[in-house]
């Protein structure tokens, strides 16, 4: 006899309509294997008569509530994205002891403690694979296959909007404005594209990735952020003469007690795993004391892959209804104060400068460097229009603060700071 | 509270050794991700007095019936390798009610069915994500994370040693024998390599993973397996000019109900993303109806990351001694009646040829495979020594029937046949 299973969805856009044909085409194979008939009782939209039509309308509705207290509902699919109602919509299923799947980042990287709490007070489930990287099955590997592992860092291409348009730039030596519009029109970014350009959708990221990888509450607002606005084709192209290529990164470090998290574009050595992942590919890579390196990728985005994830997370739910996996920390408000998060991280720099092309100028460059004890690995000058020269070089490892101190110490007048940008290996 | 979880192991080599070694230094921060208080009861050795020395001697036994049949083991960990005694240990813990974890792929893909029939019968787990790719989390994503996807393909880098035999081939030029030695002397190779340069080792490896991503048993001897030993530099320097990279490849693919599972050299794409995995590296890419493509890649051996898998598998076990995972499949002796199993699969194929340079040979090498419908889809023709002459074919897609027939109409005293090799995509 098969174990029936009870779905509500809020929501129910791309990714919902994703997960209700992925849940229809496979209901019998999944009932063979797993033994399991999953139903979807209901789905939570915002207007019945404006829904999608693939949908049948019979299980759409308007209120919440018919989801939320709905008494045979066992497993609530939250599809609505950003972070409010939906925060408070998962909270309160949890509360009615319902176990919630989630791929909503930016609610679970906001809320996760007392959604945590909720859910283990009740006796619930909360699963959030898709939240990061898509399909990839980032979230188990770490709190599942790599629990026994000491993971000192990730490093993630987990914003396939900025990856594209990154790639599309690095191919084509476009302007990012240029590659930006293009990206709208072809629907890979949003007409308000700020929250993926800004870096904002890949903080929420690395604060569900980081906290899980180094077992204690990374929060949101400990994140160092810069999005790739200002990123010129100039820099992509003088960083690949110099064999470095550009991604957008949320990079994740732990030493001891003390954690680094901060999202910004990269240079990364072409030979680099990450390098090559391209266009609207997601990849995290991670190392760790015993598993060493590791790389995952595949499609971050997408109505099919986020749904393949979104259903390994209900069908494990539904299989473990009272053994639901709990975050192997204490998922707090606040970072545990025995942790410290520090901004002037080490690591190598690439800088581009727009010089006066006088003698002594590449002088007082040195200087400014050696002066803070830092020293350049490589350099290139060349010639630009009005007399003056681009400077670009790059550093062997230097805290971030040296850096910043070398740089204002440049007299803006003769030497302009165009770019800088860290390289990590 | 923290609860407390025995161990048994069987052998304690080199990753016998690595998990011990995990699991010491974890201990404490096992027991506080966890609250499980990890134990280490006894190993099983060949002998007491010759064993490693940086393992407490208290601990060993040279009796197997000490660790199988101990009341108060909870989970046996399997570190033999060989078929047997592995498997029948494994078999006698899983019918005591013991969990087994375990990397040995050989005794797993030839007793899978048995051992996965004990631990059902006796309410155990039975667990082997090392047993591919070393610390590759494949097994737990395609059985859990998966699990509602419909993958009709899998491809993997699962041989660390070939790999490395054939990265050094192709950007040293050397010969296999060559490097061969080389890796032996290293102890990158056994000193009987037979296992893996010809092909057994990934194909009891296909075995477990095509069962797992097709759910239905797919046993070993269903598996198409050719070695490396007959590669030649000049296979890969041609095949390079052309755009392509060999791998020792474990394939699987499914379509409806006709699977082929095949171990060969294989030529890929340069910017196939397992092209680029090189040296000891292992990499499984996976192709599924929502899922799409994605790899995940990392090292296949060495005692820290084997340790970590098999360690991720003893605390899944410990906190799920109740709901241990099992597979979606019916894991019988035989493969399911209903799928056929086909050696006639279609790809492209990558032919080199030893041809005297006369005229008409070209023509009649275009017709043999014109004659089968096989069509060209670039050649080259060399000079060489002794009026003879290279000729280079890689051809469209077609069955390897047709190709082996075509292939069997050239006259072997104009035109030799010095490889033919599989060519994906």
Chains 1, 2 share one sequence.
């Not at 590997?141 to 592992?149: K, P, Q, Y």
Request: with cysteine.
């Amino acid at each position: 006899m098969a174990k029936v299973i009870k779905l509500g969805f809020l929501g129910c856009g791309n990714i919902g309509g994703g997960v209700y044909h992925l849940l229809t085409e496979m209901h019998d194979e999944i009932l063979k294997r797993e033994n399991i008939d999953i139903q979807i009782k209901s789905a939570l939209v915002k207007s019945i008569a404006e829904a999608r039509t693939d949908i049948p309308k019979d299980i759409m509705t308007e209120s919440a509530d018919d989801v939320l207290t709905d008494p045979s509902i066992d497993i609530i699919c939250e599809f609505m994205g950003g972070e409010q109602p939906a925060a408070s919509f998962m909270q309160r299923a949890l509360e009615n002891g319902k176990t919630v799947v989630t791929a909503n980042k930016m609610a679970l990287a906001l809320n996760w403690h007392k959604l945590q709490a909720a859910a283990s007070a009740h006796g619930a489930g909360l699963y959030y694979e898709a939240s990061v990287g898509g399909v990839i099955p980032v979230i188990r590997s770490l709190t599942v296959s790599l629990d026994a592992d000491e993971i000192d860092q990730v490093m993630g291409i987990v914003n396939g909007t900025t990856n594209y348009i990154l790639t599309q730039m690095s191919q084509q030596g476009r302007s990012y404005a240029d590659v930006l519009a293009e990206a709208q029109k072809l629907g890979l970014a949003e007409p308000n594209p700020t929250a993926d350009v800004e870096g904002y959708d890949a903080a929420y990221k690395l604060s569900i990735l980081s906290s899980i990888a180094f077992h204690t509450r990374v929060t949101y607002q400990k994140i160092h952020r810069e999005g790739i606005t200002n990123i010129s084709p100039d820099d992509i192209a003088y960083g690949r003469e110099m064999g470095y290529t550009l991604k957008l990164l949320a990079i994740g470090k732990r030493a001891a007690d003390s954690i680094e998290v901060r999202v910004h574009p990269t240079f990364l050595p072409n030979e680099h795993p990450l390098a090559r992942v391209d266009g609207s590919l997601n990849a995290i890579y991670i190392h760790g004391r015993y598993c060493q390196d590791m790389m995952l990728q595949g499609r971050g985005a997408g109505d099919k892959p986020t749904a393949s994830a979104i259903c390994g997370d209900i069908l494990y739910a539904a299989t473990h209804m009272d053994n639901p996996t709990v975050p192997s920390f204490a998922n707090t408000a606040e970072p545990d104060d025995a942790i410290t998060f520090t901004d002037n991280w080490v690591c190598r720099y690439f800088i581009r400068l727009d010089a006066a092309d006088t003698p002594g100028v590449l002088g007082s460059v040195a200087s400014a460097f050696s002066a803070k004890s830092i020293s350049i690995a490589s350099l290139l000058q060349r010639p630009a229009a009005d007399g003056r020269a681009q400077i670009i070089l790059i550093t062997h490892e230097a805290s971030e603060c040296a850096v910043q101190d070398a740089l204002a110490t440049l007299n803006p007048e003769i030497v302009r700071v165009e770019s800088m940008i860290r390289v990590e290996s």
